[in-house]
């Protein structure tokens, strides 16, 4: 069955610094991935989606996710935080099973704190 | 404005007093499903609709139901909720002919409390 795994569930950064979310998923087929934000009091939007193909993908506002077969990652990048990137962050898999119903399996979610 | 709506935004019940949940969505999305959100849990799939009057269950459909006689409407319903499914709940719409790897369009969600 499909895992997430997002290590760190509130990370703070400064204005301007690195962002960087951490993902891990076990899945037995090929998965999809995506990077969801939820901001305060709405619901979940895509940021990002790895189907095939190039395996560093860019999404909205700045960010971007890398594939990595071999580590079974798909970390979340901004190389610069802004103030309006405090939310909750996402990662989740599709499982491909045919039983599965067209399933994502979320994370447990990281809330990103920006300080001034 | 394509949109999924869901009400109320928040509810208050006590133990044992049945409720809905609406969601309804304007896109002609045949896909629609309904995830619960506890912290450290992420988002968790109780149900799921494929089309109308074909529904199924996810990961966590115990106390829960649901219905879809239309495509555009898909209702939660506690017959008996009790306090351990106090939590924010969300539906979600997939495009027509959107496979595993389309997006969903989720609903800004609505926060139960069973006390």
């Known amino acids: 069955a499909q895992s997430v795994t997002q290590l760190g569930s509130h990370v703070s950064v400064s204005e301007g610094a690195l962002v960087l979310l951490r993902c891990n998923y076990s899945?037995?087929?090929?998965?999809?991935l995506f990077w969801y934000v939820q901001y305060p009091n709405q619901g979940l939007q895509l940021l990002l989606k790895?189907?095939?193909?190039?395996?560093l993908v860019k999404g909205i506002n700045g960010f971007e996710a890398e594939f990595k077969k071999s580590e079974t990652s798909f970390h979340l990048t901004k190389p610069s935080a802004h103030m309006s990137d405090a939310a909750e962050y996402f990662c989740a898999v599709s499982d491909m099973r045919k039983a599965a119903g067209n399933k994502l399996t979320f994370g447990g979610g990281t809330r990103v704190l920006v300080k001034p | 404005e394509a949109q999924v709506t869901q009400n109320p935004r928040y509810l208050i019940t006590v133990t044992g007093k049945k409720l809905t949940v609406t969601c309804s969505q304007n896109?002609?999305?045949?896909?629609m499903s309904w995830y619960r959100q506890d912290p450290g849990l992420g988002l968790r799939q109780i149900y799921y609709s494929m089309n109308v009057e074909v529904t199924d269950k996810g990961d966590v459909p115990e106390g829960y139901k649901v219905s879809r006689k239309e495509k555009r409407n898909f209702p939660l319903i506690l017959e008996s909720p009790s306090p351990n499914q106090t939590s924010l709940y969300f539906c979600?719409?997939?495009?027509?002919?959107?496979?595993?790897?389309?997006?969903?369009?989720f609903g800004s969600g609505t926060q139960l409390s069973v006390l």
């Open positions: 790895y189907t095939t193909g190039a395996t």
């Open positions: 979600a719409s997939r495009a027509p002919g959107g496979g595993l790897d389309e997006k969903l369009f």
């Open positions: 899945s037995s087929v090929p998965p999809y």
């Open positions: 896109m002609n999305h045949e896909y």
